[in-house]
């Protein structure tokens, strides 16, 4: 897979909009929320372009029962891949297009997680410039690794989690 970050792009909105809507017509009532998260979420982060969405459900184990239906608008199913309780969905293969992370709504921890980095890195420019300017020069250094991409960004990734899951919990309560 091509390593590949890129200036933030207004159109990412606009596909998160368009595959919301596939996505709310297949999943239909077991769906409770869905958002938009990730660097491509966040206006002016540099981000891979690839968009990722976070369907909330209301029990996670009927989502098995939809990869047939996602298998049709492009999706491939990787089960919980590496997370539990999470069902992912990649669209576009080695040049993929969008990644969706289904939770389940009683799993605050991951939600929550997703949405802390995303709206921490909304009002926190600072931090949003610093973590796309490391995912630039990681995607420079590593242009066909995307394993090394990722290590090389990993310890900046979990104290800005870290960080950003404080802040949240200030500020919903």
């Known amino acids: 897979m091509k390593v590949e970050v890129k200036e933030h792009n207004e159109k990412r909105e606009r596909m998160f909009k368009e595959e919301s809507r ?3 017509v297949i999943f239909g009532d077991e769906l409770i929320d869905i ?3 990730g660097s491509t979420s966040v206006n002016g982060l540099k981000a891979k372009p690839i968009i990722d969405i976070m369907p909330v459900v209301k029990h996670i184990g009927k989502v098995d029962s939809l990869t047939e239906q996602m298998a049709k608008i492009g999706y491939e199913s990787l089960g919980e891949n590496g997370i539990k309780g999470r069902r992912y969905f990649r669209k576009g293969g080695d040049n993929r297009t969008h990644q969706i992370h289904v939770f389940q709504v009683d799993n605050k921890g991951d939600i929550d997680r997703h949405l802390a980095v995303r709206d921490y890195l909304r009002t926190h420019s600072e931090d949003a410039k610093q973590y796309g300017d490391l995912k630039e020069n990681l995607a420079k250094q ?3 690794d995307i394993d090394s991409y990722a290590d ?3 310890a900046f990734v979990k104290k800005l989690e870290k960080k950003a899951v404080h802040w949240y919990s200030r500020s919903v309560n």
Do not use: C, M
Request: hydrophobic share 25%; charged share 35%.
């Open 35 to 37: 958002h938009h998260i």
């Open 152 to 154: 090389g960004k990993d």
């Open 22 to 24: 596939r996505i709310k």
């Open 142 to 144: 590593f242009p066909s």
